[in-house]
Every structure is written in structure tokens, then in C-alpha cells.
């Protein structure tokens, strides 16, 4: 079987398919016009079982956060977390375990989040799972992960206690706290070496401010730069030291514990179940359902004599 033969065979199965979907639906609109009595009580009971899935209080919500590693690796994290995916908690986890065994919180999950300007600020979270280890553009860092779990409309008034179970869990953990020790040691000392660095441009850039023979002269924006002509040199070195400072202060704010979150557990805007959805998903479902109901009473007669036999 060459190319040619096997799309040949392909389109030709596609054409079946369409062909058997076409006749089932057909079938499935005069069985509806037949018995139309039966089939709209499934879709009315339906729409009656959407409308009270989807009650303010039983709607599900998405939890989102970010999570900062401080010192420990992702490998450490996802093997403290697997736990909370497979909901099987040891008893010495009981701070977390009422959430997930009460049905509270479920369906966590991790996701990774990506760098795309190679500057080490998040961009966006992977939620679909397409990002690529190897990829050197979007590149997956290595100190954030995005963390996921839904609950029920009527329970998020205990999101900060499941917050705060969560991020006790983690941080009493013995290995990921013997590596935010040593990432905090490194820490304080490039945030050390950073305002020794920054103390030291300063310094240079004093020595040719003051220089005698010192002359002003304005920028094309119309910013002054004052001093000699020279500390110009090394204006960009100044500013990205700064940078660098900032961002060793800002790390060092947030390195409290070996996991910190960026942000808090928020919801997402919209429901897992909407009503919309579910609404169409019911009426299908109470559609198909009907349809069948509507297909046994057209052969009663010989499916009564069928069990006869």
C-alpha cells in the first residue's frame, strides 16, 4: 500500500463515519418527532438537573497562586506535593488533610512558569503543559511554579486556612529547608556584594562630580548630567548595579521560608461548571438519553420477542 492508497482509505473511512453520523442523527430527530412526549421530559428533567448543579453555592472555582523556591529545586517540590495529587496523605500530613480528605480542596496540580524575555521576571504560567525544558526562548524558570486547586463556592471562606495549612506543610519539611539554608547564606552575600559594588560607583562618580575643572552640559531629553565628561562611561553599569541591587533586596524581602508565595490563592473569574455550559451539556445529554428511551419503546414489540425466544 503506497501514499496515494493509504489517504485513499483514509477519506473513505472519514466518509463512512460521516455518512453513519448523518443516518444517526436522522434516526435520532424522528424517534424526537415521534415520541416527542419522552423526550422532551429527559430534556426538561435535564435543564432541571443543570439549573441545581450550578446553584451559587455548589459552583467550582480555580485557586491559583504562585509559588517562590527559595533554595529548594523543582524536583524537591513536585516530590512534596505528589501526595496532594494522588490524595493519599500520610497521618503525619494532618494539617492538610481535613481540606483534601473532607472534599474541600481537589484536583491539585503544578504548573510551570515561563521566562520569555530572559529577564528572570514571570511572564505567563503554562497551564496547557506546551512549554519546552529546552526551549531557550520561553524558558521555564526555575525558582516559581504555578499552583492549582478547586473548590466549591461555599468553602472559600476557608481559602486562607487552606493557605496557610499549605504553606506550613511545605516549609516543615526537613530536606527543602536544609537547602533554603544555604540559598539564604548565598543570598545575604550577593545582596552584600551588591551595596559593596553600588557604594563603590558611587564613590567614583562623587570624585568626578567634584572634580574641579567639572563642566555641566544637558542631554538631548533635556536631562542634566553633571560632572565630567567621563563618568558618562559608565552610566549603563550604574544603572543595571541598581538593577541588580533591587533585585537581591526584593528576593531577600521574600525569602522568609523555603516556599513564599508571590501572590494569594485567588479564584478564577469563571466557574468550572457555568451554567451555559452545563446547560447545553445536560440538554444534549437529556436529548440522547430520551432518544434511547424513544428507540426501545419503537421495538418493544421485538425486543418483547426477543426475550420470548
Same mark, same amino acid.
Given at each position: 500500500?503506497?501514499?496515494?492508497?493509504?489517504?485513499?482509505?483514509?477519506?473513505?473511512?472519514?466518509?463512512?463515519?460521516?455518512?453513519?453520523?448523518?443516518?444517526?442523527?436522522?434516526?435520532?430527530?424522528?424517534?424526537?418527532?415521534?415520541?416527542?412526549?419522552?423526550?422532551?421530559?429527559?430534556?426538561?428533567?435535564?435543564?432541571?438537573?443543570?439549573?441545581?448543579?450550578?446553584?451559587?453555592?455548589?459552583?467550582?472555582?480555580?485557586?491559583?497562586?504562585?509559588?517562590?523556591?527559595?533554595?529548594?529545586?523543582?524536583?524537591?517540590?513536585?516530590?512534596?506535593?505528589?501526595?496532594?495529587?494522588?490524595?493519599?496523605?500520610?497521618?503525619?500530613?494532618?494539617?492538610?488533610?481535613?481540606?483534601?480528605?473532607?472534599?474541600?480542596?481537589?484536583?491539585?496540580?503544578?504548573?510551570?512558569?515561563?521566562?520569555?524575555?530572559?529577564?528572570?521576571?514571570?511572564?505567563?504560567?503554562?497551564?496547557?503543559?506546551?512549554?519546552?525544558?529546552?526551549?531557550?526562548?520561553?524558558?521555564?524558570?526555575?525558582?516559581?511554579?504555578? =499552583?492549582?486547586?478547586?473548590?466549591?463556592?461555599?468553602?472559600?471562606?476557608? *481559602?486562607?486556612?487552606?493557605?496557610? !495549612? /499549605?504553606? $506550613? &506543610?511545605?516549609?516543615?519539611?526537613?530536606?527543602?529547608?536544609?537547602?533554603?539554608?544555604?540559598?539564604?547564606?548565598?543570598?545575604?552575600?550577593?545582596?552584600?556584594?551588591?551595596?559593596?559594588?553600588?557604594?563603590?560607583?558611587?564613590?567614583?562618580?562623587?570624585?568626578?562630580?567634584?572634580?574641579?575643572?567639572?563642566?555641566?552640559?544637558?542631554?538631548?531629553?533635556?536631562?542634566?548630567?553633571?560632572?565630567?565628561?567621563?563618568?558618562?562611561?559608565?552610566?549603563?553599569?550604574?544603572?543595571?548595579?541598581?538593577?541588580?541591587?533591587?533585585?537581591?533586596?526584593?528576593?531577600?524581602?521574600?525569602?522568609?521560608?523555603?516556599?513564599?508565595?508571590?501572590?494569594?490563592?485567588?479564584?478564577?473569574?469563571?466557574?468550572?461548571?457555568?451554567?451555559?455550559?452545563?446547560?447545553?451539556?445536560?440538554? =444534549?445529554?437529556?436529548?440522547?438519553?430520551?432518544?434511547?428511551?424513544?428507540? *426501545?419503546?419503537?421495538?418493544?414489540? !421485538? /425486543?418483547? $420477542? &426477543?426475550?420470548?425466544?
Amino acid at each position: 500500500m503506497n501514499f496515494i492508497d493509504l489517504c485513499v482509505a483514509c477519506g473513505r473511512a472519514v466518509g463512512q463515519g460521516c455518512k453513519a453520523f448523518g443516518c444517526l442523527l436522522a434516526r435520532m430527530i424522528r424517534l424526537s418527532y415521534r415520541y416527542w412526549w419522552v423526550v422532551i421530559t429527559l430534556v426538561v428533567l435535564s435543564v432541571a438537573g443543570a439549573l441545581y448543579y450550578t446553584r451559587c453555592d455548589n459552583l467550582t472555582y480555580k485557586l491559583n497562586a504562585v509559588a517562590l523556591l527559595n533554595g529548594p529545586s523543582i524536583q524537591q517540590f513536585e516530590q512534596v506535593y505528589a501526595p496532594l495529587r494522588s490524595g493519599r496523605l500520610l497521618p503525619a500530613e494532618e494539617a492538610v488533610t481535613p481540606f483534601v480528605q473532607g472534599k474541600v480542596a481537589w484536583r491539585f496540580e503544578t504548573f510551570r512558569v515561563v521566562d520569555c524575555l530572559a529577564d528572570g521576571e514571570a511572564d505567563f504560567i503554562d497551564f496547557c503543559h506546551k512549554s519546552s525544558p529546552v526551549d531557550t526562548l520561553n524558558v521555564q524558570m526555575n525558582d516559581r511554579l504555578g =499552583l492549582q486547586f478547586r473548590m466549591k463556592a461555599r468553602d472559600l471562606c476557608r *481559602l486562607p486556612e487552606i493557605e496557610q !495549612a /499549605l504553606l $506550613a &506543610w511545605f516549609n516543615s519539611n526537613e530536606a527543602m529547608q536544609q537547602s533554603y539554608a544555604a540559598f539564604l547564606a548565598n543570598l545575604r552575600e550577593e545582596v552584600r556584594f551588591n551595596h559593596a559594588q553600588a557604594q563603590k560607583l558611587d564613590s567614583l562618580t562623587s570624585a568626578y562630580y567634584f572634580y574641579p575643572q567639572s563642566e555641566a552640559k544637558p542631554a538631548a531629553n533635556g536631562v542634566s548630567f553633571y560632572g565630567d565628561r567621563k563618568v558618562r562611561l559608565f552610566l549603563d553599569e550604574i544603572y543595571e548595579q541598581q538593577r541588580h541591587l533591587q533585585q537581591g533586596d526584593y528576593r531577600l524581602q521574600l525569602a522568609t521560608a523555603p516556599v513564599s508565595l508571590e501572590n494569594h490563592f485567588t479564584a478564577d473569574p469563571t466557574p468550572v461548571n457555568g451554567r451555559m455550559k452545563c446547560l447545553i451539556l445536560f440538554v =444534549l445529554i437529556g436529548w440522547a438519553c430520551g432518544c434511547l428511551i424513544a428507540e *426501545l419503546i419503537d421495538k418493544r414489540k !421485538a /425486543l418483547s $420477542a &426477543w426475550l420470548k425466544a
